[in-house]
């Protein structure tokens, strides 16, 4: 490993990494980083010691508000030992008496990013009418069910951040996780 000298200049410093080469960086510049990283330790520290209730509204605010018509729905995962292998299925639709026949509502979720912040944010978008097949039904085929959108994203699973989804009233937004198994071979 690579002895860093305590100073090599008057205006220069250099920052050593394991198994690295030092790299040279200039006073200003490890002031300027110095600084960003003190003034965020003790907010993230802070945070932490926060009710739950606290940390939830500060994680919201990068989020915009619903618009008349809409509701927000707020998922938040658990934290997992790999989130890596694990993915999320979102899931929007309505519960609605349907029979016999295959039925599907129209719609589309769309991937959107706050801005200033860099979250995504998800809207459905074109949430309406219902399709279903045309198929003849016995009498007393009639049930209550969950018909969903076509469109159901497979996205990565994040539990630092929550899942924020924007739907019309009177839609359901549900999910569901997916897990990977391990690799097989091909033989």
Known sequence: MNRCPAWQELFARRVC???MKPIQMFAGAAL?????????AP???QSRQQRPGAQAQSDMAAFPRAMRG???HVIRLPRLPNEDVVKVELIAGKTMKIDCNNHMMSGRME???AQGWGYNYYVVQDFGRGASTLMGCPRGASRTAF???GDQPLIRYNSRLPLVVY???DAEIRYRIWRAEPERFVR
């Not at 300027?32 to 965020?40: R, W």
């Open 17 to 19: 990494f394991p198994a």
């Open 167 to 169: 739907a019309p009233a």
């Open 32 to 40: 300027a980083l110095g600084l960003t990283l003190a003034s965020t």
């Open 70 to 72: 809409e509701r927000q």
């Open 147 to 149: 018909v969903r959108i």
């Open 111 to 113: 991937e959107r990013t």
């Open 43 to 45: 907010a993230s520290a």
